[in-house]
T-cell receptor, first 114, second 114 residues
Framework: DQQVKQNSPSLSVQEGRISILNCDYT??????FLWYKKYPAEGPTFLIS?????DKNEDGRFTVFLNKSAKHLSLHIVPSQPGDSAVYFC?????????????FGKGTHLIIQP | EPEVTQTPSHQVTQMGQEVILRCVPI?????FYWYRQILGQKVEFLVS????????KSEIFDDQFSVERPDGSNFTLKIRSTKLEDSAMYFC????????????FGDGTRLSIL
């Protein structure tokens, strides 16, 4: 039951260019979405979030876009830097329904090439 | 910056034994979580804890599992009668409140059942 899908297991981007990571969801009750970054042997680190009342949220080099009608969100990183190489997880929650736990995608391994 | 800490980083246990995984959440956070990630699979929600009781649990969190906040700082996950399939990374997370704040994760405990 893949309620949150990240269809690209990996993505390779040249340093300085834009990285675009995609995430699709099937549960229309999800109303809060997050992106986490994970290095090997570390836990997921929160990057940026967006609630369903918005369609865009920006924090420095990171921007998350939400398209509710398409049940799709994306994370844009610009410009991409070598330290951005990591696994990126999309996560979602049905906050309005009282759910506590996050539902995660399988992750996308972003590789920034010099 | 405050962080969630987990101990031990790696636990090796014989099948059938009991194991306790420990977490110290961020001090002013009110909601606490356990997640697990089996190798090659998604991060999966196990349980949430608020006001000294379980708030929500997933299907994975059966009678084999229990959680406790024995004092004002620690949050523990106990797994009784461990099975080979319990081998996974176990992540603790905490959240300040439920006003669409992100969950912050520890670096995890790698549990290996032999």
């Amino acid at each position: 039951d893949q309620q949150v899908k990240q269809n690209s297991p990996s993505l390779s981007v040249q340093e300085g260019r834009i990285s675009i990571l995609n995430c699709d969801y099937t549960n229309s009750m999800f109303d809060y979405f997050l992106w986490y970054k994970k290095y090997p042997a570390e836990g997921p680190t929160f990057l940026i979030s967006i609630s369903s009342i918005k369609d865009k949220n920006e924090d420095g080099r990171f921007t998350v876009f939400l398209n509710k009608s398409a049940k799709h969100l994306s994370l844009h990183i610009v410009p991409s830097q070598p330290g951005d190489s990591a696994v990126y997880f999309c996560a979602a929650r049905d906050s309005g329904g009282g759910a506590d736990g996050l539902t995660f995608g399988k992750g996308t391994h972003l590789i920034i090439q010099p | 910056e405050p962080e969630v800490t987990q101990t031990p980083s790696h636990q090796v246990t014989q099948m059938g034994q009991e194991v306790i995984l420990r977490c110290v959440p961020i001090s002013n956070h009110l909601y606490f979580y356990w997640y697990r990630q089996i190798l090659g699979q998604k991060v999966e929600f196990l349980v949430s804890f608020y006001n000294n009781e379980i708030s929500e649990k997933s299907e994975i969190f059966d009678d084999q599992f229990s959680v406790e906040r024995p004092d004002g700082s620690n949050f523990t996950l106990k797994i009784r009668s461990t099975k080979l399939e319990d081998s996974a990374m176990y992540f603790c997370a905490s959240e300040q409140d439920r006003s669409n704040q992100p969950q912050h994760f520890g670096d995890g405990t790698r549990l290996s059942i032999l």
